[in-house]
């Protein structure tokens, strides 16, 4: 499982540093900050109604592939019922948002195909994650952002746009291919297999519920800022997001791998198998986040420029600091499902995104982009607080959790306020990384 994670962590990590590449350096220099915020909030728009349409079918798709309780014809009735549903008020909303913030019709309605798109592919690469296919879990996840990216390359030099347009159409003609690639899938899956029960709507109708809500708390900030400080802010705080949303895909990676190990354990080995991966996990994000502020600045004005990136640097400083929370959120909401504990996940996740909202609305006229990033810091340490204490039901844990939250608070204001922050990010990088190889040894010997 291990070469399985480090494989997808590959595919992952190469197609977001060429899509933070696309998105950072080409089109602040080339195409200014303001279309920065433009392509960060119609992305952010997607991915929210992606969310919705997609209603957690990806999490509900694997666990019953990898219990071996669903076949083909039942999984796509299923698929098309459930999304039937759901795609029309999504693109409603979509081009209600669409039209009144005043954005080119031409330039959005690309992404409305691509949330079409989308849904399809999540559902295909579910199916290719319940089966434990590493290979095709990599290319698939590496499509839709470094496939994007390698594909608008002949685009950038050749047409030279001047434009966001033409990359919005090559975005869901990429999607498209994607899905032509992905229908492969199909046939893992037995031709017979028990009928969907209401139980499996009500399951799917909570993770999905989940989901939304966590993408909800992830990306409404882009929204509010663009809204509320208009879309310079909006490109300042999402050239920081960048950084960290690249970062999650290493503790994606694990998640997708663990998950159908997890659906197929007794609760002993269930518990003890998560545990030594959230000790992987946390140390890894530790790590991480140590590297953004050794690095980040560094990183930052040499892709996009000082001056661009002068209104990121405090949003960036903070975001670093939530990155071992989102690890530890990740893993920890495929262990609650894998224990079907999806109706806890909801509730709890649901009332962080209220305090989410909330807080962003408060901070932002004031603070702007550093504001929403400290909120966000909040909301990913309140749902790791309660997801550990009422979830898994472990204070060593929860312990482990609030010491290191209380190093990474630590730094993040010395980085804010002395000029000790390289020294700081140099020791931390190292020592959390010894700490990480030391926990991976760890996990090798129970694997």
């Given at each position: 499982?291990i070469?399985?994670?480090?494989?997808?962590?590959?595919?992952?990590?190469?197609?977001?540093?060429?899509?933070?590449?696309?998105?950072?350096?080409?089109?602040?220099?080339?195409?200014?900050?303001?279309?920065?915020?433009?392509?960060?909030?119609?992305?952010?728009?997607?991915?929210?109604?992606?969310?919705?349409?997609?209603?957690?079918?990806?999490?509900?798709?694997?666990?019953?592939?990898?219990?071996?309780?669903?076949?083909?014809?039942?999984?796509?009735?299923?698929?098309?019922?459930?999304?039937?549903?759901?795609?029309v008020?999504?693109?409603?909303?979509?081009?209600?948002?669409?039209?009144?913030?005043?954005?080119d019709?031409?330039?959005a309605?690309?992404?409305?195909?691509?949330?079409?798109?989308?849904?399809v592919?999540?559902?295909?690469?579910?199916?290719?994650?319940?089966?434990?296919?590493?290979?095709?879990?990599?290319?698939?996840?590496?499509?839709?952002?470094?496939?994007?990216?390698?594909?608008?390359?002949?685009?950038?030099?050749?047409?030279?746009?001047?434009?966001?347009?033409?990359?919005?159409?090559?975005?869901?003609?990429?999607?498209?291919?994607r899905?032509i690639?992905?229908?492969?899938?199909?046939?893992?899956?037995?031709?017979?297999?028990?009928?969907?029960?209401g139980?499996?709507?009500?399951?799917?109708?909570?993770?999905?519920?989940?989901?939304?809500?966590?993408?909800?708390?992830?990306?409404?900030?882009?929204?509010?800022?663009?809204?509320?400080?208009?879309?310079?802010?909006?490109?300042?705080?999402?050239?920081?997001?960048?950084?960290v949303?690249?970062a999650l895909?290493?503790?994606?990676?694990?998640?997708?791998?663990?998950?159908?190990?997890?659906?197929?354990?007794e609760?002993?080995?269930?518990?003890t198998?998560?545990?030594?991966?959230?000790?992987?996990?946390?140390?890894?994000?530790?790590?991480?986040?140590?590297?953004?502020?050794?690095?980040?600045?560094?990183?930052?004005?040499?892709?996009?420029?000082?001056?661009?990136?002068?209104?990121?640097?405090?949003?960036?400083?903070?975001?670093?600091?939530?990155?071992?929370?989102?690890?530890?959120?990740?893993?920890?909401?495929?262990?609650?499902?894998?224990?079907?504990?999806?109706?806890?996940?909801?509730?709890?996740?649901?009332?962080?995104a209220?305090?989410n909202?909330?807080?962003?609305?408060?901070?932002?006229?004031?603070?702007?982009?550093?504001?929403?990033?400290?909120?966000?810091?909040l909301?990913?340490?309140?749902?790791?607080?309660?997801?550990?204490?009422?979830?898994?039901?472990?204070?060593?844990?929860?312990?482990?959790?609030?010491?290191?939250?209380?190093i990474?608070?630590?730094?993040?204001?010395?980085?804010?306020?002395?000029?000790m922050?390289m020294?700081?990010?140099?020791?931390?990088l190292?020592?959390?990384?010894?700490?990480?190889?030391?926990?991976?040894?760890?996990?090798?010997?129970?694997?």
């Amino acid at each position: 499982m291990i070469r399985a994670i480090l494989l997808l962590q590959f595919s992952q990590v190469l197609g977001r540093a060429l899509y933070i590449l696309f998105a950072m350096w080409y089109i602040n220099r080339w195409l200014g900050v303001e279309a920065k915020g433009t392509w960060a909030a119609l992305f952010a728009l997607m991915t929210i109604l992606g969310t919705f349409s997609n209603l957690g079918f990806e999490a509900w798709l694997t666990r019953e592939v990898a219990g071996n309780a669903i076949g083909r014809k039942q999984a796509l009735a299923f698929l098309f019922k459930a999304k039937s549903m759901l795609w029309v008020p999504c693109l409603l909303v979509g081009a209600w948002y669409v039209v009144e913030n005043d954005y080119d019709l031409v330039l959005a309605f690309p992404f409305a195909l691509a949330l079409l798109f989308d849904g399809v592919g999540v559902a295909q690469q579910a199916v290719f994650e319940g089966k434990s296919r590493a290979g095709k879990i990599a290319l698939m996840s590496f499509l839709k952002s470094g496939g994007f990216v390698l594909a608008c390359v002949p685009v950038i030099l050749w047409i030279e746009p001047t434009t966001l347009t033409p990359f919005t159409w090559l975005f869901a003609a990429v999607l498209l291919g994607r899905v032509i690639y992905g229908h492969q899938c199909w046939k893992l899956l037995p031709e017979k297999a028990p009928s969907i029960t209401g139980r499996a709507w009500r399951e799917f109708a909570l993770m999905g519920s989940f989901t939304f809500v966590t993408v909800v708390y992830f990306k409404v900030d882009t929204l509010m800022l663009a809204s509320m400080k208009g879309q310079l802010a909006a490109g300042y705080y999402d050239n920081a997001y960048n950084f960290v949303e690249g970062a999650l895909f290493l503790s994606a990676a694990a998640g997708t791998m663990l998950y159908p190990r997890l659906v197929q354990s007794e609760p002993k080995a269930r518990a003890t198998l998560f545990d030594h991966m959230f000790l992987v996990v946390l140390t890894m994000g530790c790590a991480g986040s140590f590297g953004i502020w050794l690095l980040g600045n560094a990183v930052g004005d040499l892709l996009i420029g000082p001056e661009n990136f002068e209104g990121s640097r405090r949003a960036l400083t903070l975001l670093a600091a939530a990155l071992p929370l989102m690890f530890a959120n990740g893993l920890m909401s495929r262990y609650l499902f894998s224990c079907r504990m999806e109706r806890l996940a909801l509730i709890t996740s649901g009332s962080v995104a209220i305090f989410n909202v909330v807080g962003n609305a408060l901070v932002i006229p004031r603070h702007g982009e550093a504001g929403a990033a400290l909120i966000t810091v909040l909301t990913e340490g309140l749902l790791l607080v309660i997801w550990i204490w009422v979830g898994r039901r472990s204070p060593n844990m929860l312990l482990r959790v609030l010491g290191i939250a209380a190093i990474t608070g630590a730094v993040a204001w010395v980085q804010l306020n002395t000029d000790m922050g390289m020294a700081a990010g140099l020791i931390g990088l190292v020592g959390f990384s010894l700490f990480f190889l030391y926990r991976l040894k760890k996990l090798r010997m129970v694997l």
